[in-house]
Antibody, heavy 121, light 113 residues
Framework: EVQLVESGGGVARPGGSLRLSCAAS????????MTWVRQAPGKGLEWVSG????????DYLDSVKGRFTISRDNAKYSLYLQMNSLRAEDTAFYYC??????????????WGQGTLVTVSS | DIVMTQSPDSLTVSLGERATINCKAS????????????LAWYQQKPGQPPKLLIY???TRQSGVPDRFTGSGSATDFTLTISSLQPEDVAVYYC?????????FGQGTKVEIK
């Protein structure tokens, strides 16, 4: 059974940092691209970032470029999102999700339960 | 960026009746080299993460009931629930994965009349 478990969410001050982690199990992690999608409370879905199977290709939403960094450790079956220079508009549930192919972008076939990031002074 | 626009924003349908959700892309998401439409549909129930229903515009994900059907091509797509069940109450999103950034529609909320 595919499982994706996020951690690392919480409250951060504007300008602060948080690091999200996602522990994957139930599939060959290094066969799949991975992605982060966020959802502000009561709002719609917004893609944030993607990474291909071996980490040598990454992609970002324009509004997070230069502030967020996606990475993965295939030996640890883990995905990460380092979030710096946080803004109030980054407040959202952040979902770790699996892409059905090895690529940086594609069909999102499994989602974690999400972790809430709140940016507030 | 490709803008995905869904209609309607909300939909109230009687049990057993048909529900139809439309999704329009601001440019084609049909890749001519492989004749695939790079469109997916997701269902999100309250308090849960999204769940994949349909990909390549019309391919049903394993385990998804056959009352869910995706259709359309190029810029205009439709998700049809042929006979609405109580468990289908949810918000439905379309998404294009043709080009970066992948973008979602704003969502359509489906309720029971």
């Amino acid at each position: 059974e595919v499982q994706l478990v996020e951690s690392g969410g919480g409250v951060a001050r504007p300008g602060g940092s948080l690091r999200l982690s996602c522990a994957a199990s139930g599939f060959s992690f290094d066969d799949k691209g991975m992605t982060w999608v966020r959802q502000a409370p009561g709002k719609g879905l917004e893609w944030v970032s993607g990474i291909n199977w071996n980490g040598d290709r990454t992609d970002y939403l324009d509004s997070v470029k230069g502030r967020f960094t996606i990475s993965r450790d295939n030996a640890k079956y883990s995905l990460y999102l380092q979030m710096n220079s946080l803004r109030a508009e980054d407040t959202a549930f952040y979902y770790c999700a699996r892409i059905s192919s090895p690529l940086v972008r594609g069909v999102i076939d499994y989602w974690g339960q999400g972790t809430l990031v709140t940016v507030s002074s | 960026d490709i803008v995905m626009t869904q209609s309607p924003d909300s939909l109230t349908v009687s049990l057993g009746e048909r529900a139809t959700i439309n999704c329009k892309a601001s440019q084609t998401i049909l890749y001519s080299s492989n004749n695939n439409n790079y469109l997916a549909w997701y269902q999100q129930k309250p308090g849960q993460p999204p769940k994949l229903l349909i990909y390549w515009a019309s391919t049903r994900q394993s385990g998804v009931p056959d009352r869910f059907t995706g259709s359309g091509s190029a810029t205009d797509f439709t998700l049809t629930i042929s006979s609405l069940q109580p468990e289908d109450v949810a918000v439905y999103y379309c998404q294009q994965y043709y080009t970066s950034p992948p973008t979602f529609g704003q969502g359509t909320k489906v309720e029971i009349k």
